[in-house]
């Protein structure tokens, strides 16, 4: 590991190992590290838990940022399935695209995805935030808790299918809705809530154009499924 | 009033009470039969077996007097931190949520008195039963309910659960009446709505995958936690295979009579196969492998007493799990609430609506009222005691097969009481050597 002029370590994984790099977070020696030619390893910086500044320059495999725990961790790149997933608290920012089921059961923290990501983001969402800059991919927000998903493009098939509490923006077209997802009123409170997300991903001057905002339209669930009756059995 | 059978009437074997009964209640509320408990009919199972004991040509050790020895380790192959157990026969995974926290209490104090490992479920870890529990098997399953890596570190292994033996196929199912505030909390849902789990993992899929998510679950943890992989007995010789292929430390077997806090009554009958021809194909993966011995293998859905897990052992397990024996030595089914257990349309010996939430024993429900009858440490002496006859009546047969440690059990100590057993078991039917299906038998 070599240390720069600013106090990042830089972490080269076309000498080192993964299990050697998380080793080094889980039991960091400075505070912030690039990590150099990733190549597609899987696991890059999962379970790390302060307040760390990881980037990694390249793209990543499965599982980056794994059940990440106040990490800021950024991918200068694209990412394999299940970026961040189970995150409890802290930012992951992809710079490029996401493979499936990004932040998948997320309890906390804010994914950012700068391209698009792929089928199944924010499956089983328990809390965390994603913003999503391009498309969406079929099945997003399956089964999602609680949490927000923004997506600035188009979302695809199956969107919120079974969904309970999460909140989801969607700007551009929706390709089906999936099993009790519904349209929503777009209140002020929520409108609120979304600039804030894209404050929060960056996306400040589009936060502050009123009618970039008034593309967005709301989702959620409908609540009818949350009780079994024998009235479901088409439902699914 | 004489009954129908003294008074001649013939009861139908296909349309018998049970069935009758289940036809008039899907005619009167439209909605199928979801309950607890695992499979109720009568499939092969231990009870088929037999031990041949000692004899001229096997030497038995002296009751009370010679060693027999019960400890197991497990978790040991991939360098992580194994977990030794004093007996072979581990608490099975049982969230809380289907349970109350007093029971998941009682399971820690009782599963450490005697030296061996309790497990979550699907639900989350509860500070009760880490504090209670000295080892504790810390359960990854689709729903990821309460999921934090905190936990995962604190944990002593790790299970990653594909399925069960009630549902192999199947999500988890909490009707509302259980969701109480502090569950909805941990599973961060609505208070009081039907709560569905996931069937599905929802970052992977397949065995490819499976390896992948194993090695981050290590890379989180430092390499320092075993991982388990459960699995629902109904294609064990190619998930066992699978699931070692994909880095597994130790696979559990959950049989077809494991039970479930709640699911649909058509899933638990008619889903999956007996533990009895499940073991079998898990240990010919095993042994195909290389790995029997090296990759513990815990079978479960069905024990009862020490014979079962004496049996279990001699078919190729290293250790057992009991999810239902536990309950019902914690206090469930208990005859003092039998009026109780009228009162709710069962009987004591048949009560099985955990999905219910209103078990008078405090053990499968969250009312505050009804949980505060489980004293979390007197059921745990129960579970403690339960747990120390299972072992003592193990070490009695190991004995008498000549055995000073209950792993030397093995299968040439049994004979199969039926055709079925045999060819499930894979161990001759009794007198003679008649293995059905032996002479044809590949990979299952």
């Not at chain 2, 499979?39 to 030497?59: I, Q, T």
């Not at chain 2, 320092?224 to 880095?247: E, Q």
Request: hydrophobic letters at 40%; one cysteine or more; glycine letters at 12%.
């Amino acid at each position: 590991m070599e240390s720069l002029n600013d106090g990042t370590a830089e972490f080269d994984l076309a000498v080192r190992s993964v299990r050697e790099l998380n080793a080094e977070l889980h039991a960091p020696s400075v505070e912030r590290y690039v990590v150099r030619h990733p190549r597609g390893a899987h696991a890059v910086a999962a379970g790390v838990n302060r307040p760390l500044q990881v980037r990694i320059d390249g793209d990543v495999g499965y599982y980056c940022a794994g059940m990440n725990q106040e990490g800021l961790i950024t991918v200068d790149g694209s990412a394999g399935p299940g970026v961040a997933e189970n995150m409890m608290s802290g930012v992951v920012r992809i710079r490029g695209n996401a493979s499936q089921s990004a932040g998948a059961t997320a309890h906390g923290g804010l994914l950012i995805i700068e391209g698009n990501a792929s089928t199944r983001c924010g499956i089983s969402l328990k809390g965390g935030d994603i913003v999503v800059g391009g498309e969406m991919g079929a099945m997003g927000a399956f089964m999602a808790q609680a949490g927000r998903i923004v997506v600035c493009g188009d979302a695809g098939d199956g969107l919120g299918d079974s969904i309970y509490e999460a909140q989801i923006y969607i700007r551009g077209s929706v390709g089906t809705l999936g099993a009790d997802c519904v349209e929503k009123e777009m209140r002020a409170a929520d409108r609120k809530s979304l600039q804030d997300l894209l404050v929060q991903a960056g996306m400040t001057s589009q936060a502050e154009d009123a009618s970039y905002l008034d593309g967005f339209r709301r989702y959620g669930s409908a609540r009818t499924l949350y009780h079994f009756t024998h009235d479901h059995a088409g439902s699914y | 009033m004489r009954s129908p059978e003294d008074r001649g009437l013939r009861e139908s074997a296909t349309f018998d009470r049970a069935a009758i009964t289940a036809i008039q209640a899907a005619a009167a509320t439209g909605v199928y039969d979801i309950r607890g408990w695992g499979a109720k009919r009568r499939v092969p199972h231990f009870d088929d077996l037999l031990f041949l004991g000692s004899s001229m040509s096997r030497y038995p050790l002296e009751g009370y007097r010679e060693r027999c020895d019960t400890d197991v380790v497990l978790g040991d192959l991939h360098g992580a931190e194994p977990i030794h157990i004093k007996i072979p026969v581990t608490i099975a995974g049982m969230s809380f949520g289907a349970l109350s926290a007093q029971a998941k209490e009682a399971l820690g104090r009782g599963a450490s008195k005697v030296g061996t490992a309790t497990t979550t479920g699907d639900g989350g870890m509860t500070e009760e039963e880490r504090g209670h529990s000295d080892k504790l098997i810390y359960q990854l399953l689709p729903s990821r309910y309460g999921m934090n890596p905190d936990h995962l570190r604190a944990a002593d292994a790790l299970e990653v659960v594909l399925g069960q033996g009630a549902k192999p196929g199947g999500g988890g199912m909490l009707l509302g009446q259980k969701i109480s505030e502090r569950v909805a909390e941990m599973r961060t849902l609505p208070a009081g709505i039907d709560q569905r789990s996931a069937c599905r993992h929802p970052d992977w899929t397949g065995p490819d995958d499976l390896t992948i998510k194993i090695n981050e679950l290590r890379e989180i943890t430092d390499w320092t936690k075993p991982i388990f992989v459960k699995i629902g007995a109904s294609r064990p010789y190619y998930d066992v295979k699978l699931a070692v292929a994909a880095g597994a430390d130790v696979v559990v077997l959950d049989g077809m009579q494991g039970g479930t806090a709640a699911t649909q009554e058509v899933f638990i009958e008619h889903v999956g196969i007996p533990i009895l021809a499940a073991l079998p194909q898990a240990v010919q993966a095993l042994q195909e492998l290389g790995m029997h011995r090296r990759v513990q293998l815990v079978a479960s859905g069905g024990i009862r007493h020490g014979a079962d897990v004496a049996k279990a052992l001699a078919m190729g397990a290293d250790a057992v799990s009991i999810g239902t024996a536990a309950l019902i030595a914690l206090g469930d089914n208990d005859p003092k609430y039998a009026e109780e257990y009228e009162k709710l349309g069962s009987a004591a010996g048949y009560y099985d609506d955990f999905q219910d939430g209103r078990d008078p024993a405090g053990i499968t429900t969250q009312d505050p009222y009804l949980a505060a009858r489980l004293d979390p440490v007197e059921a745990g002496d129960r579970l403690a005691n339960y747990l120390r006859v299972l072992t003592l009546e193990a070490q009695t047969l190991a004995r008498a097969c000549g055995k000073s440690h209950l792993l030397n059990l093995e299968p040439e100590d049994m004979v199969s009481l039926t055709v079925e057993a045999a060819a499930m078991s894979r161990i001759p039917l009794a007198g003679t050597s008649w293995i059905p299906g032996a002479e044809t038998r590949g990979a299952e």
